[in-house]
C-alpha cells in the first residue's frame, strides 16, 4: 500500500480536548515499511499539528519490527520551542507508557518524533483493543524556556561557578598542567591552553620552536608580580595579598601602590589589556604627592591616558603644584621628557602646548 494522506479514517479523534486518537493498527498492520497515515490537523498550545505514524516503521528494515511516530508542525510559524510527550492510553485512559522530546520546530512542516516508539509485538500484546489503540499527544510550548537556568531546588543548589573557578581549582592543585614557568629562579606551573588563550605574546611564547616545549622563562620581573599576572589570567581578578607574601613579609608592610605599578608594566608587556586597566584604575584612585611622579612617568611610557589625566589634575591644584616641581625625580623626568613637561604646563595654564611641523 501506498502512503496515506490527511484524512484517512484509519485516525480518528478520541477527544479533542487532551488531543488523544484512536488509531485503527488491525486495518494498517499490514503495511509496508515507510507507509504512513497522516490524522486530521488538531490545534494544540496555539499551533496547528498533524501526526505521522508508520505501522511498520520508517528508514529502513531494521525499524520494521516499530511503529514510528511523527509529530509535523503544520502552522505557518518559526522557531518553536516545545516538549511533545506521546502517551499511550489504557482501558480507563491512564498513561500506560510515554516518550517524550524537547525539539525546535523552525518552521511549518518541521518534524520531530521516534523512528522506534514501541515494538510492534508489545503494542499488540498490551494496547490494541478491538483492533485499536488510543493515543494521546501533550504539546507544550517553551520559547525562552530553554535559555533560563532555574535549578529544581534554588535553595539546596550549590553556588553558581564560573568557568574560571573551576580552572583556578586545577592551577591551586596542580592538576593537568602541561606547562612550568620560570621566574628568576622560581618555578610556576600552568596550563598551556589558558595561557596561549590569555594573551598573543604567551602564545606565541609557548608555539615558538617545538610545539612540545613545556619550559618558559620571563625576564625583567618579580615572582611576586607573575603570581599576580597568573592569578589574573584564571580568575580575572586580583590576588588576595596574603596569598602572595610567606614568612617574614607581613601585608601590612607591602608596597601594594608600587607593586600594583610594576603589574601594570608586567600587563603591559605580556598584552593583557583588562589586567592593565584594572592597575590603571587602581592607581588612578590612589594617587598621592609620593607617587604622583613615577605614576605620570608609568603613565607617558605605557600609554596610561586616563592615569596620565589624574596625575595632571592632582599635580595641577594649587595646593600641590609646588610640592609636586620640588618632588625627587620631577626634574629628571621632565627632562627626559619635554613633551610631558608642556603637557603639564599647558593644563595647569588652560593653554595648548604649541604644535611643531612634523617635517621640523
Known amino acids: 500500500m501506498n502512503q496515506s494522506t ?12 487532551d488531543c488523544s486518537f484512536k488509531i485503527n493498527y488491525g486495518e494498517s498492520r499490514d503495511f509496508v515499511i515507510n507507509s504512513f497515515v497522516r490524522s486530521p490537523i488538531f490545534m494544540c498550545s496555539g499551533y496547528e499539528w498533524s501526526l505521522r505514524y508508520f505501522p511498520r516503521g520508517f528508514h529502513g528494515l531494521e525499524t520494521s519490527e516499530y511503529i514510528s511516530l511523527y509529530l509535523d508542525l503544520e502552522s505557518h510559524a518559526e522557531n518553536v520551542s516545545t ?5 499511550l492510553l489504557g482501558k480507563d485512559s491512564r498513561p500506560l507508557q510515554s516518550r517524550q522530546v524537547w525539539s525546535l520546530f523552525r518552521r511549518k512542516g518541521s518534524s520531530e518524533g521516534f523512528r522506534t516508539f ?11 483493543r478491538d483492533g485499536c489503540f488510543v493515543l494521546s499527544c501533550d504539546i507544550k510550548v517553551m520559547n525562552g524556556e530553554w535559555e533560563k537556568t532555574s535549578l529544581p531546588d534554588e535553595n539546596s543548589a550549590p553556588p553558581f561557578r564560573h568557568l574560571h573557578d573551576e580552572l583556578y581549582e586545577l592551577l591551586k592543585r596542580k592538576e593537568m598542567t602541561d606547562v612550568i614557568i620560570e621566574v628568576a629562579g622560581e618555578f610556576m606551573e600552568a596550563h598551556r591552553l589558558v595561557l596561549a588563550a590569555s594573551s598573543p605574546l604567551f602564545k606565541e611564547l609557548i608555539t615558538k620552536g617545538t610545539r612540545r616545549s613545556n619550559r618558559i622563562k620571563f625576564n625583567y620581573v618579580t615572582p611576586v608580580v607573575f603570581k599576580v599576572v597568573l592569578h589574573f589570567i584564571y580568575t580575572n581578578a586580583l590576588p588576595p595579598v596574603h596569598e602572595l607574601f610567606y614568612g617574614d ?5 607591602v608596597d601594594l601602590y608600587g607593586l600594583t605599578q610594576e603589574v601594570l608594566v608586567a600587563a603591559d608587556e605580556y ?32 600609554n596610561c591616558q586616563h592615569l596620565k589625566k589624574v596625575c595632571f589634575e ?14 625627587d625625580g620631577y626634574v629628571e623626568l621632565m627632562k627626559r621628557c619635554p613633551n610631558l613637561l608642556a603637557e603639564y604646563l599647558a593644563y595647569v595654564t588652560d593653554f595648548p602646548p604649541s ?5 621640523e
Open 118 to 128: 514501541i515494538k510492534r509485538s508489545l503494542l499488540e500484546s498490551e494496547f490494541i
Open 271 to 302: 598584552k593583557l589589556r583588562r589586567l592593565k586597566l584594572v592597575c590603571e584604575g587602581k592607581l588612578s584612585k590612589n594617587l598621592s604627592m609620593e607617587t604622583v611622579v613615577s605614576s605620570l612617568d608609568l603613565a607617558q611610557h605605557h
Open 83 to 87: 516538549s511533545v510527550i506521546f502517551h
Open 355 to 359: 604644535q611643531k611641523k612634523r617635517t
Open 6 to 17: 490527511v484524512g484517512n479514517d484509519l485516525i480518528t479523534v478520541a477527544n479533542s480536548d
Open 314 to 327: 592632582f599635580a595641577g591644584r594649587p595646593e600641590n603644584m609646588k610640592a609636586f616641581m620640588r618632588s
Open 249 to 253: 613579609s607581613a601585608e601590612e608592610n
